[in-house]
T-cell receptor, first 109, second 112 residues
């Protein structure tokens, strides 16, 4: 059965810290892996990864996919309180995306 | 604002009832996805439509059904509601299957 596992489930850091969130997947006919940020509302899209080894970057956030290890990491540098959210990873094929349970990140001032 | 709209925002109804949730995708997006998010289950994929046709089914109960209309808006019908159906229901759209999905604000369903 297809599954996506994220770790850690929860993380508490202080402003300025760097964090790494992990996502591993087992998906039939894998096509893409997506990262989302969810605050108190709908998930917002961060990155889509389809090729191994190519880093996607947006400001302090970056992500990379390792197809050999069936995994991806999301890095956030110089964290801010506004980064506090649940980070969701989803992996899928052309039909459906399977979401992980998410990592709850809390950034303390 | 993702461009995906969902109505209603909140819905409170009694067990045994039937409700319809509505979603309008972003302009130009042909794919619509429905998800259920509850506290203990996380985000669960329910069903996907592409240009009016059902393309994938996830953990959707038989009491639930959906359709996508020619104007590409979609409706999710939930019947014989149970307390456990209380959740946030999200609709998402993407330009094609397998591409990034943009989520609507969700409909919060409370079954009492």
């Amino acid at each position: 059965e297809d599954k996506v596992v994220q770790s850690p489930l929860s993380l508490v850091v202080h402003e300025g810290d760097t964090v790494t969130l992990n996502c591993s997947y087992e998906v039939t006919n894998f096509r893409s892996l997506l990262w989302y940020k969810q605050e108190k509302k709908a998930p917002t899209f961060l990155f889509m990864l389809t090729s191994s080894g190519i880093e996607k970057k947006s400001g302090r956030l970056s992500s990379i996919l390792d197809k050999k290890e069936l995994s991806s990491i999301l890095n956030i540098t110089a964290t801010q309180t506004g980064d506090s959210a649940i980070y969701l990873c989803a992996a899928g094929n052309n039909n459906d995306m399977r979401f992980g349970a998410g990592t709850r990140l809390t950034v303390k001032p | 604002d993702s461009g995906v709209t969902q109505t209603p925002k909140h819905l409170i109804t009694a067990t045994g009832q039937r409700v319809t949730l509505r979603c309008s995708p972003r302009s130009g997006d042909l794919s619509v996805y429905w998800y259920q998010q509850s506290l203990d289950q996380g985000l669960q994929f329910l069903i996907q439509y592409y240009n009016g046709e059902e393309r994938a089914k996830g953990n959707i109960l038989e009491r639930f059904s959906a359709q996508q209309f020619p104007d590409l808006h979609s409706e999710l019908n939930l019947s014989s509601l149970e307390l456990g159906d209380s959740a946030l229901y999200f609709c998402a759209s993407s330009v094609k299957q397998g591409y990034e999905q943009y989520f609507g604000p969700g409909t919060r369903l409370t079954v009492t």
